[in-house]
């Protein structure tokens, strides 16, 4: 049984599993005077961004799909149970399948298999052919895009249960729970794999490694801490997926805080205060996030220190930045593609897609950015 409530800024109270999940899916469905989205104002470009291709994969519904790199191919999927795999540059399709059931999450990959979440807490495991390899149950509705890694496929539901199963088999090989608030953001919290370990994002605002092979912790860390008098107030869940460069995660939460932290023993190398349920890019230099008000930041990646704000995007309800050359890119709800310059935040340039939202983190493919949108447009920029 499913209970909904209409909120401000955040649109939808949900009730399943045993705890309460706040939807962030169409954010403007309630909106608060004072709270519109930015107008968009005439650019006078200073670099030249074109759509290299556009493939259709079918529309994203209430989830978040995420395409995959694949050698010199990109593997995308849809609600329906579309799933193609395309050359990277040029968008030629390679093959297509239909999937037996809808899908609810993926693309996951470790370049030799695929695997998806799938309707009623399914997860379907193919070939990188598209060929069927095994099926498996988890315990409740998968949102986040299982990893793979050391002979292991890392699934997460919504009930906050992980579970490792075999990728030749899809048998069970550990489960590891862990309790959950009581209210968290329906989102889809990454996960990361690095080396032996898997980097979870948790609701709570943490990050818990564990170990690939027998799901025992490395280390647990705070990222956001819950503060205020209401439960609404202290939700702090992690936004987008972990990203990892050289020996450093780094991740933001919402309501809490962004910072980088030693892969190796998850201690703090530093955090700033921000409020994000879509996650940051990291690039050698930067950190960006964008908070969820709509503004785009960059703060130096070596101590925490803030480089540039632009905050002309206000409630534009963006996506997860990508860093590509001299550029910051980020999609809007009206499926618009804004270039920021990486050394002060300027506007460099914008595209646009199909009108639909991007709530899938963006992707750097070669020389091309990758954006899918829920109605299901892939569509691949190129930067010259």
């Not at 990050?207 to 956001?224: D, F, H, I, K, P």
């Not at 009108?355 to 691949?380: D, H, R």
Request: glycine share 10%; proline share 3%; charged share 20%.
């Amino acid at each position: 049984m499913r209970i909904t409530q209409k909120l401000i800024g955040v649109s939808v109270l949900a009730l399943m599993a045993g705890c309460s999940t706040l939807s962030s899916l169409n954010p403007f469905a309630s909106k608060s005077k004072g709270n519109e989205p930015a107008p968009l104002v005439e650019l006078k470009g200073t670099m030249a961004v074109r759509t290299a291709w556009k493939l259709d994969i079918g529309k994203a519904q209430d989830y978040v799909f995420v395409p995959a790199l694949v050698n010199q191919s990109l593997v995308v999927a849809g609600a329906d149970g579309a799933i193609a795999r395309v050359d990277a540059a040029s968008g030629k399709q390679l093959w297509r399948i239909k999937a037996e059931t809808g899908l609810t999450a993926g693309v996951g990959t470790d370049g030799n298999m695929l695997v998806f979440g799938a309707d009623k807490g399914g997860v379907l495991a193919y070939d990188i052919e598209g060929k069927l390899l095994w099926k498996a149950q988890a315990s409740s509705e998968v949102l986040s895009s299982p990893v793979i890694g050391d002979g292991v496929v890392v699934v997460r539901s919504v009930d906050n249960r992980i579970v490792g199963l075999d990728a030749k088999t899809g048998e069970k090989k550990w489960t590891v729970q862990r309790v959950s608030p009581p209210l968290t953001l329906r989102n889809a919290p990454g996960m990361v794999v690095v080396g032996k370990d898997v980097i979870i994002a948790q609701p709570g605002g943490k990050l818990l490694s564990l170990n690939l092979a027998t799901g025992a912790a490395r280390w647990e860390v705070a990222v956001g801490e819950s503060r205020g008098a209401t439960e609404l107030e202290r939700v702090t869940d992690i936004g987008g997926t972990p990203v990892v460069i050289d020996q450093e995660v780094c991740a933001a939460s919402y309501q809490g805080r962004v910072g980088c932290f030693d892969i190796a023993t998850g201690a703090s190398r530093w955090t700033k205060e921000l409020s994000s349920d879509v996650g940051v890019a990291v690039d050698q230099r930067f950190v960006f996030a964008v908070d969820d008000k709509g503004a785009v930041s960059a703060f130096n990646r070596d101590s925490g220190v803030s480089a540039w704000k632009n905050d002309k995007l206000s409630y534009r309800r963006l996506s997860t930045p990508v860093s590509y050359s001299r550029t910051v890119a980020v999609g809007d709800y009206q499926g618009y593609i804004h270039f920021l310059s990486r050394e002060d935040g300027s506007f460099l340039a914008r595209a646009a897609t199909d009108g639909s939202a991007i709530t899938a983190p963006p992707m750097v493919a070669g020389t091309n950015l990758i954006f899918q949108t829920q109605s299901g447009t892939v569509t691949a920029i190129a930067v010259e």
